[in-house]
């Protein structure tokens, strides 16, 4: 196995020029799943981590248990590892560099961290003083600052592609290795966002987002699902358990991993 120092060099430059596909995988067996069907490094969605571990998403999630999570994932795959931290589960900047500091020991090569708060977004410079304690604290790790400005639906509209920018240009002093911008996945936005950031840029897709080859030719260099996989596989769990106690019967789960798929994952 690499060590984590050789997964975070790697994991850099899997961003150029990209695209680099993350499914977003929430626990470890996803992750073996996500790892398995060819993905080069594996992301975890913060709030399917929460979801399976019993919490709502929203920096609701013990941190421990985040960061303990995120270890068993480093531990089982052998390609590199990039956590959600959410926010930085901490109250101020000093609290986000212990939480970054700890899942880079846990195995990690990559964290996102978000600026939004509530229905709104941090002030610009509170969130770089975070993304700054980041860094201090694990000083090789790549950064993925996530500005909410788009997805939130801050300000008028016209104001939020410049706003943006202006946020990517003070988190990319701060410390920041690269910027991800949910809630844009129109190609031209993508283009001005690529051209107008000095670093890789990260878009959120989805069913009914352009493709993974026409958001790359936009600029985008690394592309995520969030959710979308979690969710999926709580959806078919859901008509799975519908149908057998609606119904008394199976077919739902007809096209389910064999077990023996599965516990190969583990080495078994």
């Known amino acids: ?30 992750a073996l799943i996500v790892e398995a069907a060819g993905a080069k490094a ?15 998403d929203g920096d609701r999630l013990d941190r421990d248990l985040a960061i303990d999570l995120v270890g068993r994932i480093a531990r089982a795959v052998g390609i590199p590892v990039t956590a959600d931290v959410e926010s930085g589960f901490g109250a101020d900047a000093r609290q986000v560099g212990e939480t970054v500091g700890a899942v880079s020991a846990a195995g990690a090569s990559g964290v996102n961290i978000e600026d939004g708060r509530g229905g709104s977004v941090r002030d610009a410079r509170e969130q770089a003083d975070r993304i700054a304690a980041a860094r201090e604290a694990a000083p090789g ?28 240009r003070t988190y990319l002093e701060a410390g920041a290795s690269g910027i991800f911008v949910p809630g844009v996945t129109d190609l031209a936005t ?3 966002l690529a051209r107008g950031i000095d670093a890789p840029v990260n878009v959120l897709a989805g069913p009914g987002a352009p493709a993974v080859g026409e958001l790359a030719a936009a600029g985008a260099a690394r592309v995520s699902v969030g959710t979308a996989l979690a969710s999926a596989a709580y959806a078919a769990a859901k008509r799975a358990a519908e149908e057998l106690l609606a119904k008394g019967t199976y077919d739902s ?16």
């Open 141 to 168: 790790i790549y950064i993925n600052a996530r500005i909410d400005v788009f997805l939130r639906g801050i300000g008028d509209e016209q104001d939020r592609l410049p706003h943006t920018l202006d946020r990517a």
């Open 253 to 268: 789960t007809v096209d389910g991993l064999g077990y023996g798929e599965l516990n190969a994952l583990f080495g078994a």
């Open 190 to 192: 993508v283009g001005e």
């Open 42 to 56: 594996v992301a975890t969605t913060s709030a399917g981590v929460a979801w399976s571990l019993g919490a709502p």
């Open 1 to 30: 196995m690499t060590s984590t120092a050789d997964r975070t060099q790697l994991f850099h430059a899997l961003h150029r020029p990209g695209p680099l596909v993350l499914p977003n995988a929430w626990d470890v067996a996803s």
